[in-house]
């Protein structure tokens, strides 16, 4: 494996299912991000972590739920999802999280959708 | 407010139409400015990062270039393979809150 991979690629889920998506750079990279890409909107921050610390939380619901054990592997735990909350979610990891000008590489991305 | 505003929403060219697209942004103090390609279904796939003024950048045939206020992705002799979402992005960084900034994006068709 190459690059960042996410898991799974396509997910179909209800509102009160509990499901986990999960996310490995194999760039050797210190920081990872987790972004939510919905229909006609920008990309949206949701999740920082640098050096296995969270540095950021960009104001997102407790219905998410981020976990990073390692700087290899970051995960976001899903639970009591919205409609609203079906969208495209990325993954991207950096050498140093705490620059932003250093150039994030993204995964492929997991389609969700919420019944 | 730091913005990044990209225009247009979407543009359709002819193989081998030259064009521009551009990306403006009102951020204070840039640090750099980042453009993604962007396939349907896909992940952003890293293009170029400018950081001053006047610098250009070049990959096969898009171009890359950065003022002050604005930057500029060319086209050249585009290819119905060029057909993408192309996304531009700007560090922004207020109080505690540090991130990049994207802009919606334009949508190229590059039709045969």
């Known amino acids: 494996e190459t690059g960042v991979t996410q898991t799974p690629r396509h997910l179909v889920m209800g509102m009160t299912n509990k499901k986990s998506l999960k996310c490995e750079q194999h760039?050797?990279?210190?920081?990872m991000y987790w972004y939510k890409q919905s229909a006609k909107k920008p990309l949206e921050l949701m999740f920082v972590?640098?050096?296995?610390?969270?540095?950021e939380n960009n104001s997102v619901p407790s219905r998410f739920s981020p976990e990073c054990p390692n700087s290899s592997h970051l995960f976001l735990h899903l639970h009591t999802l919205q409609p609203e909350d079906s969208a495209l979610y990325l993954c991207?990891?950096?050498?140093?999280?705490?620059?932003?000008?250093?150039?994030?590489?993204f995964g492929p991305g997991t389609r969700l959708t919420v019944l | 407010e730091d913005q990044v505003t990209q225009s247009p929403e979407a543009l359709r060219l002819q193989e081998g139409e030259s064009s521009s697209l551009n990306c403006s942004y009102t951020?204070?103090?840039?640090?750099?400015l980042f453009w993604y390609r962007q396939d349907p279904g896909k992940g952003p796939e890293f293009l170029f990062t400018l950081y001053s003024a006047g610098e250009e950048k070049e990959k096969e045939r898009l171009k890359a270039t950065l003022t002050k206020k604005e930057s500029f992705l060319h086209i050249t002799a585009p290819k119905p393979e060029d057909s993408a979402t192309y996304l531009c992005?700007?560090?922004?960084?207020?109080?505690?809150?540090?991130?990049?900034?994207f802009g919606s994006g334009t949508q190229l068709t590059v039709l045969p």
């Open positions: 951020v204070s103090g840039l640090r750099g």
């Open positions: 991207a990891s950096s050498d140093r999280g705490g620059t932003l000008t250093d150039t994030q590489y």
């Open positions: 972590y640098n050096f296995k610390e969270q540095t």
């Open positions: 760039l050797g990279h210190n920081a």
């Open positions: 992005a700007v560090p922004f960084s207020s109080g505690s809150a540090r991130q990049l900034t």
